[in-house]
């Protein structure tokens, strides 16, 4: 991995079609009544999750976005990763679990081969 590469992993940008059928599909709900306006929020919200959500590795450690909020861990706090049999994949960090949502289960061993390979401890 180079100085300056960054691994990304999340949801595939296809999956805003879906979201823009969903947009459809609310605008003659929302539009009927005031009171259901707000469900002309939900696609909005489902389509900058799938624009903004991401596990990044880096040289420096994990970046993770959920949508609106990004955090970045050091590798000196990871402490590994939690595949669970059912729900999202867990970063174990500083004793705390994050849960790992933008990550595909499929991507689990290429997150774990990129983080080895910046972090540059040996898989065991």
Excluded: K
Excluded at 11 to 24: C, D, G, N, S
Excluded at 45 to 68: F, Y
């Amino acid at each position: 991995m180079a100085d300056s590469e960054r691994v990304r992993f999340g949801p595939e940008r296809i999956a805003i079609a879906p979201v823009l059928v969903m947009a459809i599909g609310a605008i003659p709900l929302g539009l009927s009544s005031p009171w259901l306006r707000w469900v002309l929020l939900v696609p909005v919200a489902c389509a900058v999750w799938v624009l903004r959500a991401r596990v990044v590795v880096a040289r420096d450690g994990l970046e993770v976005c959920h949508g609106l909020t990004t955090r970045r861990y050091p590798w000196n706090t990871v402490e590994g990763f939690d595949v669970p049999r059912r729900g999202p994949v867990r970063l174990l960090t500083g004793g705390r679990q994050v849960a790992l949502t933008p990550l595909p289960r499929r991507q689990v061993r290429e997150l774990v081969a990129a983080c080895t390979s910046a972090s540059g401890v040996a898989a065991g």
